[in-house]
Nanobody, 126 residues
């Protein structure tokens, strides 16, 4: 099974950019659907974006990040990235990478994903 490890994250002012990385080991990311979620304090993890890497790389973004965030994958590095531009204070949270061998239409439900990274903090100050 796949293991996911995060890097990136940190503190940035509103309008700035950050890039999160999710390095996979144990399995190739090309065999998985990959996603990013975020969580604020005790709230439920919120879907951010999904990429169906095992089937052409189709993506789906939540409305609040469209045009600002981009998910991408590097098969040679077995890594998925989340490029975040024009960051807003409401983007603050702990960001998690997730993987699943076939998530289907339930991609926005965090309980449907099988594998998770440990998360990385993103703080956007106004």
């Amino acid at each position: 099974q796949v293991q996911l490890r995060h890097s990136g994250g940190g503190r940035v002012q509103a309008g700035g950019s950050l890039r999160l990385s999710c390095v996979a080991s144990g399995e190739l990311i090309s065999k998985y659907d990959m996603a990013w979620f975020r969580q604020v304090l005790e709230k439920e993890r919120e879907f951010v974006v999904v990429a169906v890497l095992r089937n052409g790389g189709a993506t789906e973004y939540t409305d609040s990040v469209k045009g600002r965030f981009t998910i991408s994958g590097d098969n040679a590095k077995n890594t998925v990235y989340l490029q975040m531009n024009s960051l807003k204070p409401e983007d603050t949270g702990r960001y998690y990478c997730a993987a699943d061998p076939g998530i289907g239409s339930a991609f926005a439900d965090p309980f449907e994903w099988h594998f998770w990274g440990q998360g990385t903090e993103v703080i956007v100050s106004s």
